[in-house]
């Protein structure tokens, strides 16, 4: 258990309106990242960071904003939903010391566009 | 083309079967080489991890890298029920925080 947690773990909303879901992790490592999971596409990336404040753009970061103000918390935010952003989104970490690559997943946001 | 190719499946076979699952990539660059298995509504968790070529074996799985061939292997031994799931490839270049993933193969073991 790398001690993730996601909230919430289930959202529906409209199109236009804005949405943040928020990953938490108790052990304070540098490295987080937001994927989103579809059929057909598997995992992608969206953003990751590397510290507090320190972020950057995945793959497939157009249409979403992130924040991390403290190690503890990344927050993915969708400014204005449209029903292409419906998807799994998962969470990920790499624990500090160990071998790059190596992520470790919480248990998923299951987010509905309408 | 994607970096890697992962056949997406389903791959049924029969409970005390040997299960064989495969990616191929292009980019000579990947180092480290990782499985991940998924069960329905869940998410990821890591398998195996391997670093460059060779085998490594832990209980009734082991994972095979052949980077001259740019090839990597799951092999699961006496399937399971249980062992029911998709099964992600994922691999990244030597220093590189960011692993690439496959697509996935589901994989259904029938008692």
């Known amino acids: 258990d790398a001690g993730i947690t996601q909230s919430p773990r289930h959202k529906v909303t409209e199109t236009g309106t804005p949405v943040t879901l928020r990953c938490h992790q108790t052990e304070n490592h540098r490295y987080m990242y937001w994927y989103r999971q579809d059929p057909g596409h598997g995992l992608r990336l969206i953003h990751y960071s590397y510290g507090v404040k320190d972020t950057d753009k995945g793959e497939v970061s157009d249409g979403y904003s992130v924040s991390r103000s403290k190690t503890e918390d990344f927050l993915l935010t969708l400014e204005s939903a449209t029903s292409s952003q419906t998807s799994v989104y998962f969470c990920?970490?790499?624990?500090?010391?160990?071998?790059?690559?190596?992520?470790?997943f919480g248990p998923g946001t299951r987010l509905t566009v309408t | 083309q994607k970096e890697v190719e992962q056949d997406p499946g389903p791959l049924s076979v029969p409970e005390g079967a040997i299960v064989s699952l495969n990616c191929t990539y292009s980019n000579s660059a990947f180092q480290y080489f990782m499985w991940y298995r998924q069960y329905s509504r869940k998410g990821p968790e890591l398998l195996m991890y391997?670093?460059?070529?060779g085998n490594k074996e832990d209980g009734r799985f082991t994972a095979q890298v052949d980077k001259s061939s740019k090839y990597i292997s799951l092999f699961i031994r006496d399937s399971q029920p249980s062992d029911s799931a998709t099964y992600l490839c994922a691999m990244s270049e030597g220093g590189s925080y960011i692993p690439t993933f496959g697509r996935g193969t589901s994989l259904i073991v029938h008692p």
């Open positions: 391997t670093y460059s070529s």
């Open positions: 990920a970490i790499t624990p500090d010391g160990i071998e790059v690559g190596e992520q470790y």
